[in-house]
DNA sequence: ATAAATTTGTGAAAAATGTAACAAGGTTAC
DNA sequence: GTAACCTTGTTACATTTTTCACAAATTTAT
């Protein structure tokens, strides 16, 4: 796993969004040059943290100044790879599915919900939020077609594995599951689970153990 | 950090919570005894971290045969702290909290949604999912009296950080926060954040590069 | 009763991740 | 121009987490 030339943590990654979520804030205060500790103040992080985060990547900063705010932004949207719109499919419009739709942040990261899917024939054809809901029938002509490659998976438990089948055969690559089942798919797809209930055991367990 | 006696990785806890989602299928299935190999198979964990896992709180399996069902879904419960009910406050009933509140697995993990509050007029006072939407103005007298310790947050990432700092001085001790802020709180009060966006970005990320 | 086959539990080793210390580059005050 | 002061980038170190290897316990086959 460790790549010789350049191997860079998984967490890294995590905290690259919550830096740029960090230069956005000060980017709107008209902060136009910031320390690693400016940015990592709000931020659970430690500003070493930063600055050996961004090591991996080259160096954007200037010592004895700190960084340029706009520029590390754009730097970072560029590792990300946020700086071009990527065209998000959402599948399952329930209540979930719903708030995800009407989501504003995504937009502003550059993350754009193109399609969304259902199979319940009083919400095909409906729009919400200006996005129209298509039959979930035509999922592959539409996906292969815009060439989208990511997708959001909030249908039910039960028919999660094989909707994600199914999106996989329309070339979808990675996958944000809201389902709480586990998918079972190539290894060459990426799913991350988001898991509400899980979360909240996991609080209640820190809880019960004052955190340790 | 180290406390000597018995150190527990935090990813422990979160994997706990996947055991138990597949030991409960396992139990649906009427499978009464299973291998660490039968409990992580629909999981991407192997069968020795869940061996490791389980050893830090104890000895739950038989040699040469495997773990009961039944046995090590409640021992996983009580390690969790979930054998028990745990009453949730849900602040903030737009899009997503309306999501949340409708969301039915949590009951099911012993976490039930036992009020909901909202600062729109409007809403305040209706029902939703049998549950009643209250002033978030009386909010400390209601969460003081029931007792609720867990709150989940779904407000305007604007009002975030200050609801946040109320509902600590309510007697709060763990936020799971849906706000694509970060919180500043006292250090003794657990925040998990859940963001979307984030977690979209990664995915990107990873696309990207081939998931390393 | 013994051997072969399972499967858990766990110390020790390896890998991954985070922290600290500090050199290098840059600015400010005088 | 020099000294004092900042702040980055990075190597070395420390910690945390995962994986490996195998002994211990149990079952099955003969």
Redesign the interface.
């Known amino acids: ?1 460790h ?1 010789a030339k350049k ?2 943590p998984q967490e890294t ?2 905290r ?3 830096y ?2 960090s230069l956005r804030r000060l980017g709107q205060e008209k902060v136009r040059i910031a320390s690693s500790q400016d940015i990592t103040r ?3 992080i430690s500003p070493v943290q930063l600055r050996k985060d961004l090591s991996y990547f080259g160096e954007f900063g200037r010592r004895g100044v700190g960084y340029d705010v706009d520029l590390l932004k754009g730097e970072i949207e560029k ?4 700086d071009v719109v ?1 065209k ?1 499919a959402l599948v399952g419009i ?3 599915g ?3 739709l ?2 504003k ?2 937009r ?2 550059n ?1 754009q919900i193109e399609v969304a899917f259902d199979n319940d024939p009083v919400k095909i054809g409906k729009s919400r939020e200006g996005i129209k809901i298509e039959n979930i029938a035509r999922i592959k002509e539409t996906i292969a077609q815009k060439g989208i ?2 997708a ?1 998976l909030s249908v039910s438990a039960v028919s999660a594995q094989k909707v994600s089948e199914e999106l996989v055969t329309c070339g979808i ?2 996958i ?1 599951n809201f389902s ?3 998918l ?1 798919l190539p290894s060459d797809i ?1 799913v ?1 689970n ?15 153990r004052g ?2």
Chains 1, 2 share one sequence.
């Open positions: 796993m790549d191997y860079i990654a995590k690259l969004s919550l740029l979520r709000f931020l659970n590792i990300l790879g946020t990527w998000i329930g209540r979930l719903s708030a995800l009407g989501y942040g995504f502003e990261f993350l490659k990511i959001m690559k990675s944000l709480p089942v586990n079972a990426y991350s988001v898991d509400m209930a899980s979360e909240l055991e996991s609080l209640v367990y820190k809880l019960k955190f340790s």
